[in-house]
């Protein structure tokens, strides 16, 4: 089956600007996101996947921050420099959901006037439409009394009611890519469920294509067509969700898929040691000095394909490792 591609990222760059120096914080990015596929990206905490997704959204600002990129989306490059037309993206064609609902709204506006900013910014409506519009949103978001919602703050909503607002604004004009970051990390496991059931509904329904970013396989096992794994800046394995637990070919996947809970396993084991530091500037392959498999010639970091091409991995020593014939995860 040939696949749509909706948003192609290529070779992604986000330098945090300090003044000493730039420091690299995603070093080398590109995936493709496919019509009503759910692309998981992971990996540990501060490896640059919340910079990834910001960068994409064109949130970083340029004060702070030097993001190089090449990003198409449906066969158009984005021009940041166009901050009018990139408003106009977003939300319309492109929608964010983040980690932190609370740190995404402006405390001092009621929902309401949230809802209605965003439908008016990309709606020609009245404001009673509007209105209409956003309590027609709300009632649908299972949150009862639509009415008292408009009229509260962000503050006196529950963290879980809060993410499904934020949800509904990001899905309101049904954009043709979501990027969810971490979306259910803060909710507790029922609401969690719920919201991953409307992340469902929209890919089937709309066909929106999704950049999931958790830390729990559990929920990329159940969500993700296909995996990104990312490392110190680098994405460094991606294929298909299947191959990626079935048949992870780089060390570092491996450690990660092995870190994963299971009723089978007696004891988790330990990924050993940190990440590279920010600041650190080594050629090779930065995951080299916890790898088990690491040689002197683990130098060379260029992605190579596996298989058919749909598998690509950035190690040197993939090939001579033993067989991964059994499941890492299992
Ligand atoms: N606002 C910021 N100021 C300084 N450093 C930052 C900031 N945001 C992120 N970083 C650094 O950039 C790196 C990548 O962060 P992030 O993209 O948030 O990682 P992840 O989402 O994978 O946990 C981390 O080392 C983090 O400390
Ligand atoms: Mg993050």
């Given at each position: 089956m040939i696949k749509t591609k909706v948003?192609?990222?290529?070779?992604?760059?986000?330098?945090?600007?300090?003044?000493?120096?730039?420091v690299p914080v995603v070093k080398d990015v590109s995936f493709t996101l496919y019509e009503g596929n759910v692309l998981g990206l992971i990996g540990e905490s501060g490896c640059g996947k919340s910079a990834t997704c910001?960068?994409?959204?064109?949130?970083?600002?340029?004060?702070?921050?030097?993001?190089?990129s090449n990003i198409l989306l449906q066969g158009q490059k984005i021009q940041y420099s166009d901050q009018e037309r990139l408003r106009r993206l977003?939300?319309?064609?492109?929608?964010?959901?983040?980690?932190?609902?609370?740190?995404?709204?402006?405390?001092?506006?009621?929902?309401?006037?949230?809802?209605?900013?965003?439908?008016?910014?990309?709606?020609?409506?009245s404001k009673g439409e509007a209105k209409q519009i956003a309590l027609d949103m709300i009632s649908k978001l299972n949150l009862s009394s639509p009415e008292k919602i408009m009229k509260q703050y962000p503050f006196q909503l529950s963290g879980g009611m809060l993410q499904r607002v934020m949800i509904a604004?990001?899905?309101?004009?049904?954009?043709?890519?979501?990027?969810?970051?971490e979306p259910t990390t803060s909710l507790d496991v029922t609401v969690q469920y719920q919201i991953l059931?409307?992340?469902?509904?929209?890919?089937?329904?709309?066909?929106?294509?999704?950049?999931?970013?958790?830390?729990?396989?559990?929920?990329?096992?159940?969500?993700?067509?296909?995996?990104?794994?990312?490392?110190?800046?680098?994405?460094?394995?991606?294929?298909?969700?299947?191959?990626?637990?079935?048949?992870?070919?780089?060390?570092?996947?491996?450690?990660?898929?092995?870190?994963?809970p299971s009723f089978t396993k007696n004891r988790l084991k330990v990924l050993e040691g940190y990440p590279p530091s920010l600041m650190q500037i080594k050629a090779g392959c930065p995951f080299a000095e916890r790898c088990?498999?690491?040689?002197?010639?683990?130098?060379?970091?260029?992605?190579?394909?596996?298989?058919?091409?749909?598998?690509?991995?950035?190690?040197?020593r993939y090939a001579t490792l033993e067989e991964a014939t059994t499941c890492a995860c299992s």
């Open positions: 948003m192609e990222i290529e070779h992604l760059k986000v330098e945090l600007r300090t003044p000493a120096r730039n910001q960068a994409i959204m064109g949130l970083l600002e340029k004060e702070k921050w030097n993001v190089k977003r939300g319309a064609a492109m929608s964010m959901i983040m980690q932190n609902p609370i740190g995404s709204f402006n405390p001092l506006i009621t929902l309401g006037e949230h809802f209605m900013e965003t439908i008016r910014c990309h709606k020609a409506v604004i990001a899905l309101f004009m049904c954009p043709a890519v979501l990027i969810a970051d059931g409307e992340l469902s509904h929209l890919r089937d329904n709309f066909k929106t294509s999704m950049l999931l970013v958790s830390h729990d396989l559990g929920i990329i096992t159940q969500m993700a067509d296909d995996v990104a794994v990312m490392y110190a800046g680098y994405i460094i394995e991606k294929a298909s969700a299947f191959e990626i637990f079935e048949n992870p070919l780089h060390p570092y996947t491996r450690a990660l898929l092995q870190s994963k088990s498999y690491a040689k002197k010639d683990c130098q060379k970091f260029e992605m190579s394909d596996y298989g058919l091409g749909s598998h690509t991995v950035r190690c040197l």
